[in-house]
C-alpha cells in the first residue's frame, strides 16, 4: 500500500468524527425535547445548558474534519 493509500484510510477515520458530532448534537437535542416536554416550566432554564452542548459537540466535529484536512493537503 502506498503513503497516499494510507493517508487517505487516515483521513476517512478522522473524518468519522464528523459523524459522531452529528449524533452527538441530536443527542443533545433530542434530550432536551424529551425533558421540556415532561416539565415544560423547567425548559426556559436549561436552554443555556443545550447551546454549551451543542456548541461542544460541533467543536469536535469540527475539529474532526480540520484533521481530516490536515492529513489529506498538509502531510506529505
Known amino acids: 500500500m502506498t503513503d497516499h493509500g494510507l493517508m487517505y484510510i487516515g483521513a476517512g477515520l478522522a473524518a468519522i468524527g ?30 443555556g445548558r443545550l447551546f454549551i452542548g451543542f456548541a461542544a459537540a460541533e467543536l469536535l466535529g469540527l ?3 480540520v484533521v481530516a484536512i490536515l492529513i489529506l493537503f498538509v502531510v506529505k
Open 63 to 65: 475539529i474532526a474534519f
Open 18 to 47: 464528523v459523524g459522531a458530532a452529528a449524533l452527538g448534537v441530536g443527542n443533545v437535542f433530542g434530550s432536551f425535547l424529551e425533558g421540556a416536554l415532561r416539565n415544560p416550566s423547567a425548559a426556559d432554564g436549561q436552554q
